[in-house]
């Protein structure tokens, strides 16, 4: 089945350590994207790409990092830098242009800095 | 995007149909009109998209008038499982990719 996965589910970090979400899909989509959700809030827009080798800082980019070395792939990088990791992350993606903006978003990774 | 202004929460009972209404004053000429559902610990869900007049499907209506400054999405005949966040966003379709949620509107459906 076509869609998008994310792993792992639960993520836990001691402060000061970097780590690693993975987001994978195989919709064929050219664009994806990474969000932050912090309880009762809505999602936060932390980067984003279009293509392969190409990526954009969102709103909240400090303390993140990505990489898009293939189509498939759009992992996040949170690291020490990033004071408050403790979050819902939602990966995402689209059809590049988005001719119908639907987009089609994984499970979600629950970090937790212990 | 255009900003979008949503109702923070709204709630309703089983079996009524539920209107909630976005703002969007600035929408562009070439902006269209999306609704996300979202339950708890799960991503978003693509509900509806709509550029002018209304647009039905087997889950909801999006009703957008004429001067496109407003849409409302509209859900029929509740249930439980309906509680849930929803989200407006307007944009471009074909020339933006940056795709930014509002807070969006928490729906709770009481028995």
């Known amino acids: 089945d076509g869609g998008i996965t994310q792993s792992p589910k639960y993520l836990f970090r001691k402060e000061g350590q970097n780590v690693t979400l993975s987001c994978e899909q195989n919709l064929n989509h050219d664009a994806m994207y990474w969000y932050r959700q912090d309880p009762g809030q809505g999602l936060r827009l932390i980067y984003y790409s279009q293509i392969v080798n190409d990526f954009q800082k969102g709103d909240i980019a400090e303390g993140y990092s990505v990489s898009r070395e293939k189509k498939e792939s759009f992992p996040l990088t949170v690291t020490s830098a990033q004071k408050n990791p403790t979050a819902f992350y939602l990966c995402?993606?689209?059809?590049?242009?988005?001719?119908?903006?639907?987009?089609?978003f994984g499970q979600g990774t629950r970090l937790t800095v212990v | 995007l255009a900003k979008t202004t949503q109702p923070i929460s709204m709630d309703s009972y089983e079996g009524q149909e539920v209107n909630i209404t976005c703002s969007h004053n600035n929408i562009a000429t070439n902006d269209y009109i999306t609704w996300y559902q979202q339950f708890p610990s799960q991503g978003p869900r693509f509900i509806i998209q709509?550029?002018?007049t209304k647009v039905t499907n087997e889950v909801a209506s999006l009703f957008i008038p004429a001067d496109r400054k407003s849409s409302t999405l509209s859900l029929p005949r509740v249930s439980l499982s309906d509680t849930a966040v929803y989200y407006c966003l307007v944009g471009e379709t074909y020339n933006n990719n940056d795709m930014r949620f509002g807070a969006g509107t928490r729906l709770t459906v009481k028995p």
């Open positions: 709509g550029y002018k």
């Open positions: 995402a993606s689209s059809i590049d242009p988005p001719m119908n903006y639907e987009a089609f």
